[in-house]
């Protein structure tokens, strides 16, 4: 089982720029990629990006292509989300989530990610 803890959002004017963490600590020689999701309000939880440990592959949500950048650092077990250029639209509660099976690609469905974090509030004004 891998642990997950997310870190730095916030509140930030449309425009602005917030980069988060999602630590990982536990069996993380396991994970195969670590993902970002998102969900707003009265919406359904949506994939945003995410990197595989090993090769650093990286895939993107259209809607979030040239504004985010996803990340990792091995040593530290830590991915990143890099995201600029906010709009009130990405407004929502960031979450990662770890993908532990053997995969030949990054897959974007939330049914293959076993494990979560507990998210963190990303809210961004007009």
């Known amino acids: 089982q891998v642990q997950l803890v997310e870190s730095g959002g916030g509140l930030v004017q449309a425009g602005g720029s917030l980069r988060l963490s999602c630590a990982a600590s536990?069996?993380?020689?396991?994970?195969?990629?670590l993902g970002w999701f998102r969900q707003a309000p009265g919406k359904e939880r949506e994939f945003v990006a995410a990197i595989t440990r090993g090769r650093g592959s990286t895939y993107y949500a259209d809607s979030v292509k040239g504004r985010f950048t996803i990340s990792r650092d091995n040593a530290k077990n830590t991915v990143y989300l890099q995201m600029n250029s906010l709009k009130p639209e990405d407004t929502a509660v960031y979450y990662c989530?770890?993908?532990?099976?053997?995969?030949?690609?990054?897959?974007?469905?939330?049914?293959?990610?076993?494990?979560w974090g507990q998210g963190t509030q990303v809210t961004v004004s007009s």
């Open positions: 536990g069996r993380t020689v396991s994970i195969y990629a």
């Open positions: 989530a770890a993908d532990g099976a053997l995969r030949s690609k990054i897959r974007v469905e939330i049914r293959f990610y076993s494990d």
